[in-house]
């Protein structure tokens, strides 16, 4: 069934599963009696825009395997709500010596906002902020262990700010990519990423000494402004911010998905007119070149990316026309819209340890993401989450959900 999703997906059987959204296509032979009997569509010669919809949606995504509900829960240990100190955008959890390990981004004080002293102020959560790490033994429990990757010294490009890391595990070594901001943190500075890398989990981690990924170059400010809106040229769709990065081993080469803040950045129908980019290196410190194929996605925030039969798999969620979907693509580039979901969380760290080809979302069966505190939005804590899915619910005869508790599979 995947191979054939796989070869529709890449346009090479008509237009069965081609986007549900372009009907410019749409050839009534390409189904089947079953097909039409599935919808319920007895007139086959007057059929809706819906039911050319209905009929174009992928076949594999009919048994609804790549649809869930999320629900999230507070953890303990460290990860408790502690009033003063900022943890959030925890990046993907592994295991390592039987322990669950992951990392996140952490300061302290409150935030000032834009208003004050740049100088002196801290304009987000996520500014003066450095890379730390926890552990725990069920999932539910964590133990801070202390800084991992520290903001750079005076000059540098990392100076600032390092903050919303992912972790990747590849041929003994981890590695560590992450947002950086360097200099003064003013509404138009410019964000990149950079990179660590240790033979162990715990440390020391060498950093890059430059970025390994910058904005696009080709956007320009609108002089005598200091707002991020006004500009006489926007550029690329990830001209002001690269952010959010996330590296998957993937065919052999090591592909960098991030998300692309864009200069002049406008609202869509969804929101935000936030996009994904990917770049690919043949090796894990790069150099990552962006694919031609970029912007990948034209809606989403943080990035949540999964390898699965084959291809990518990606959680859209927060902005943009096609916000709250879980797309897929045979080729990590080419994503389609697999199912539709409410309330995924914001910012999720994966469940790296599983077997992603189990089913769909079985990597989202739990989780870390963070809230802001509902009494001080100064500070926000890391939190878990569950996904349930109906078909592997009954398939597993689990109780709850894919898993009650995030230690048992
Ligand atoms: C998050 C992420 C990035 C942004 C900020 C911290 O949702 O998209 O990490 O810079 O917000």
Redesign the pocket.
Known sequence: MYALLALSALGLNGCKTTPPQDQCCFNPNNYTDEDYEFYGITNHDSLSAASKRALMWPESSRDNSWFMEFSTHDLKGDFAYEEGVVRR?PSAVIKVDGKYMCWYTRSTGPTDGFSGDIKTSKV?P?DRCDIWYATSEDGLTWKEEGLAVERGKPGSYDDRSV??VEIMQWDSMYYLCY?TVGGDYTVRVK?QVGLAWSNSPYGPWTKSEQPILSPADNGEWMEGSESRFDVVKRGDFDSHKV??PCIIPYKGKFYLYY?GEQMGERMTSGGRQIRHGVAIADNPKGPYIKSPYNPISNSG??ICVWPYKGGIAALITTDGPEKNTIQWSPDGINFEIMSVIQGAP??IGLDRTVDNDEAPGAILHWGLTHAYHPDNGNYQYIRGFTAYNKRRHEAKGDPVSLTSEPNKK
Do not use: G, L, M, S
């Open positions: 955008d987000f996520w903050f919303t947002q964000e952010h959010d998300k925030h943080e914001h910012a």
